[in-house]
T-cell receptor, first 115, second 113 residues
Framework: AQTVTQSQPEMSVQEAETVTLSCTYDTSESDYYLFWYKQPPSRQMILVIRQEAYKQQNATENRFSVNFQKAAKSFSLKISDSQLGDAAMYFCAYRSAMGGNQFYFGTGTSLTVIP | DSGVTQTPKHLITATGQRVTLRCSPRSGDLSVYWYQQSLDQGLQFLIQYYNGEERAKGNILERFSAQQFPDLHSELNLSSLELGDSALYFC????????????FGPGTRLTVL
């Protein structure tokens, strides 16, 4: 089974600064999708960004961008111009193309934004 | 609003009891996933159904069971409840396309006293 690792249980960033959250995964597949989800204090899971494994270009959504390194099996999330509303738990997820399209989630990184 | 609905939002019960959590996926989504999230913990995958059939099983206890009905709604049954079963239970659905993410419901907060 695929594994997703988030090695930073907690991170903090000053408001308006940039922070990068790390995610690595283990797979033998060549075709898959990667996602970052945000879980604010409301506990609702919200999709932040997705990346197709076959695309070399890194995905970007406004202040959120990823650094996808397929060979290194790394998928980090960069948050620019951090805002107080960015404070949340962030989960990295991998969607397999095999075995029923199962999703695999990391353990999460809790992000604190300091005013 | 993700389009995934879960009922009830909150559930308080006693040890040893049995409860049923209900989930309705987004219109058109055939896959339903159940997750357990204990306080300040990550998501623990429990089970996945696809069009009525069990597709994948995670760390689901034998006291827990689930099913997906012909109308695609799903129920998660938790029996012989223990204090440690207190958690937020999420249901998510997804379309078959690989590009599609999971859409999560708001969760059911279960408290076992």
């Amino acid at each position: 089974a695929q594994t997703v690792t988030q090695s930073q249980p907690e991170m903090s960033v000053q408001e308006a600064e940039t922070v990068t959250l790390s995610c690595t995964y283990d797979t033998s597949e060549s075709d898959y999708y990667l996602f970052w989800y945000k879980q604010p204090p409301s506990r609702q899971m919200i999709l932040v960004i997705r990346q197709e494994a076959y695309k070399q270009q890194n995905a970007t959504e406004n202040r959120f961008s990823v650094n996808f390194q397929k060979a290194a099996k790394s998928f980090s999330l960069k948050i620019s111009d951090s805002q107080l509303g960015d404070a949340a738990m962030y989960f990295c997820a991998y969607r397999s193309a095999m075995g029923g399209n199962q999703f695999y989630f990391g353990t999460g990184t809790s992000l604190t934004v300091i005013p | 609003d993700s389009g995934v609905t879960q009922t009830p939002k909150h559930l308080i019960t006693a040890t040893g009891q049995r409860v049923t959590l209900r989930c309705s996926p987004r219109s058109g989504d055939l896959s339903v996933y159940w997750y357990q999230q204990s306080l300040d913990q990550g998501l623990q995958f429990l089970i996945q159904y696809y069009n009525g059939e069990e597709r994948a099983k995670g760390n689901i206890l034998e006291r827990f069971s689930a099913q997906q009905f012909p109308d695609l709604h799903s129920e998660l049954n938790l029996s012989s409840l223990e204090l440690g079963d207190s958690a937020l239970y999420f249901c998510a659905s997804s379309a078959p396309r690989l590009a599609d993410e999971q859409f999560f419901g708001p969760g059911t907060r279960l408290t076992v006293l």
